[in-house]
């Protein structure tokens, strides 16, 4: 048995371990709770058709939402243990062509996006865990069901003993369009030590699968770090001593990395940590420098408090300023983010092991009335493996914490007080047994009441339900709150940025031979941030004429061609002026806005062109 054989058979055992003895503390008496859940409704009630019957346990798998058929309403995926993948409607049944299944337990959490361009989502997930007699692999569905042309991309069979099974996607894939081509690349990575960039017909992206070098639990997380325009991809790993060689790695440690679109490591990465993680990263800007900083809890080493905190780095591998934070136990549960104080930036929440929910600002101080230990449905307080989410779920323009607890979805205020409605003590949704994964809240018919989504075990932890609750108060679904797993449908784990408007150029020169008439180049405007910008040209210097004067960007850039008069200028160099651009959303100024472009024009007599050799052997 190779050393990382022994680190991921070892290590999967303990984080199962604990979540058994977990529910073995929640259900002590699990007669007399059950007994008491069902004669007592909930104070909220189900959706109409709901809960359903999965047969097999949702353990780890959280509902992804989107619109797989082309009507007005969301159906919701979720992926079992017992080797399916389902599709659910609005009311409850199965949409047409679901469930299906695959060769192994479903863990991962399925990303929703439109992966071909052919207008309609396709669904995407990993498939396997520990279990050495099924093939892992990732796995690509059209909207009917039906397997793409391509897929599933088959792991290698790396880690777990060369088995003849390729080897488990535990983590969820992240959607994301890394090279502005207008399709989404599938980015995952698996217990075979890879991470993958995969494009929409199965085929790796050039430069992937990257090489981390021991297995990894977590999710990839995908955003533009540093602002210039180009996505980075976030994600951790194990390590043993030794591997990666020339970095004082140690078994049980962890190695963090971040990646560019190219497979290349971005400066100041990885970063080696004597604790490994099993927490995915989360994305956002902490500190409103306008560049994205990186959360993560870390892993579990038995009898050891190494794993006890919490991290954030900025983009180039420097700690933010106040982090690491520290819990007391160790961080298995993904961080969620959200203003919860309304300052304008968002704050870090994330459930422990240690049975606290937490919520820090961007400079690692606790918010006041933080933390605040959940209790279960028997009365108890016990630690906690499901993620928490955020979201306003009364329409108060505050933004509220749902986090699992044993059985249960219990909510917080902003201030740490119970989230009630009316005379209840604490707005609290039951399930029949254990909670592993996280809640998922959306407007699945677009009625303007917010459904709370969330799997669970029953009874007997073979088989499993989905719930779904619909809330009493009409509330519009701000996406800028963290709804579900890694934030939104496509899985990448970054929290929602104001729009900002960008250019690829902040000088333009033009350099042209006298006698020219004119001279053209072109640039481009982007929206580095969320939602839309309507753009326009506030100053065009004299003898520049534009392709565009005007239009909206939202997620793909806009190429805009300048075409320079240089007839009349003789020989020298000249300053035509700045070209002025600004951008608003929803009527108000974007960041970045005004951007100014610097015009110059160069006429020489003559221009020469000089080419390297070409020797051939």
């Not at 604990?18 to 959706?47: C, E, H, K, W």
């Not at 109409?48 to 047969?55: A, E, H």
């Not at 995952?188 to 030590?193: E, L, T």
């Not at 100053?539 to 960007?553: K, Q, R, T, W």
Request: hydrophobic content about 40%; proline content about 7%.
């Amino acid at each position: 048995m190779n050393i990382q054989t022994k680190r991921i058979l070892v290590g999967l055992p303990i984080v199962l371990v604990f979540f058994l003895g977990f529910l073995g503390v929640q259900t002590g008496n699990s007669a007399t709770v059950l007994d008491r859940q069902l004669m007592a409704p909930p104070t909220i009630g189900y959706r109409t058709g709901w809960p359903v019957n999965t047969g097999q346990l949702i353990d780890r798998s959280s509902p992804a939402v989107g619109n797989l058929d082309g009507d007005s309403e969301l159906e919701i995926v979720v992926g079992t243990r017992g080797h399916q993948v389902y599709a659910f409607n609005p009311d409850g049944s199965v949409v047409s062509g679901w469930p299906v299944t695959v060769p192994a337990e479903v863990n991962s959490s399925p990303a929703i996006g439109d992966l071909n361009g052919d207008g309609l989502n396709e669904v995407v997930v990993g498939v396997g865990w520990e279990d050495r007699s099924n093939d892992g692999g990732i796995y690509a569905f059209a909207c009917n069901g039906q397997l793409l042309s391509g897929w599933p991309v088959v792991t290698g069979d790396e880690n777990l003993g060369h088995d003849g099974h390729p080897d488990g996607v535990f983590g969820s894939p992240s959607l994301a369009d890394l090279d502005g081509d207008g399709y989404l690349e599938v980015i995952v990575a698996s217990f075979d030590q890879y991470l993958y960039v995969l494009k929409y017909d199965g085929t790796p992206m050039p430069g992937w699968p990257f090489f981390l070098w021991d297995s990894t639990w977590g999710s990839p997380a995908v955003g533009d770090l540093d602002r210039d325009g180009d996505m980075e991809i976030v994600v951790g790993a194990y390590t043993h001593q030794g591997f990666p060689p020339n970095l004082p790695t140690v078994d049980g440690g962890g190695i963090f990395w971040v990646l560019n679109v190219d497979g290349t490591v971005a400066p100041g990465w990885p970063r080696v940590f004597d604790l490994h993680f099993d927490s995915s990263p989360a994305l956002g800007d902490l500190d409103g420098d306008k560049d994205l900083e990186i959360v993560v809890g870390t892993g579990q080493e038995v009898g050891s408090p190494r794993g006890h905190h919490v991290y954030a780095w900025h983009h180039d591998g420097r700690d933010v300023m106040g982090w690491p934070v520290a819990t007391q136990a160790y961080v298995y549960p993904s961080p969620a983010l959200g203003d919860l104080d309304g300052d304008g930036l968002v704050e870090v929440v994330i459930s422990c092991a240690d049975g606290y929910l937490y919520a820090w600002d961007g400079n690692g101080q606790l918010l006041p009335g933080w933390p605040v230990r959940p209790i279960n449905e028997s009365g108890q307080t016990g630690p906690m493996v499901g993620s928490p989410i955020i979201a306003d779920l009364n329409a108060d323009a505050d933004l509220e914490v749902v986090t699992p607890i044993g059985w249960d979805l219990v909510a917080f205020n902003h201030d740490a007080t119970p989230f009630r409605y009316g005379t209840e003590p604490q707005m609290r949704l039951h399930t029949y047994f254990s909670i592993g994964g996280a809640p998922t809240i959306v407007d699945l018919d677009g009625n303007q009441r917010l459904d709370v989504l969330v799997g669970s075990a029953e009874y007997d932890f073979n088989k499993g339900r989905l719930f779904a609750w619909e809330l009493p108060a009409q509330v519009p679904l701000q996406k800028s709150a963290w709804i579900m797993f890694r934030q939104n449908a496509f899985r990448t784990g970054r929290a929602v940025l104001d729009p900002w408007l960008a250019a690829s150029l902040d000088q333009i020169t033009f350099i042209v031979e006298k006698g020219t008439a004119q001279t053209q180049q072109s640039f481009q405007l982007l929206n580095i941030g969320d939602g839309s910008i309507t753009w326009k040209v506030d100053v065009l210097p004299s003898d520049v004429m534009l392709s565009l004067s005007g239009g909206v960007i939202s997620n793909q850039p806009q190429l805009v061609t300048l075409t320079g008069s240089t007839s009349g200028y003789g020989v020298g160099k000249y300053t035509l002026g700045d070209l002025v651009i600004s951008g608003r959303s929803n009527q108000v100024e974007v960041s970045g806005s005004p951007i100014r472009i610097a015009i110059k024009l160069v006429v020489a007599d003559k221009l020469y062109q000089s080419y390297m050799p070409l020797v051939m052997r």
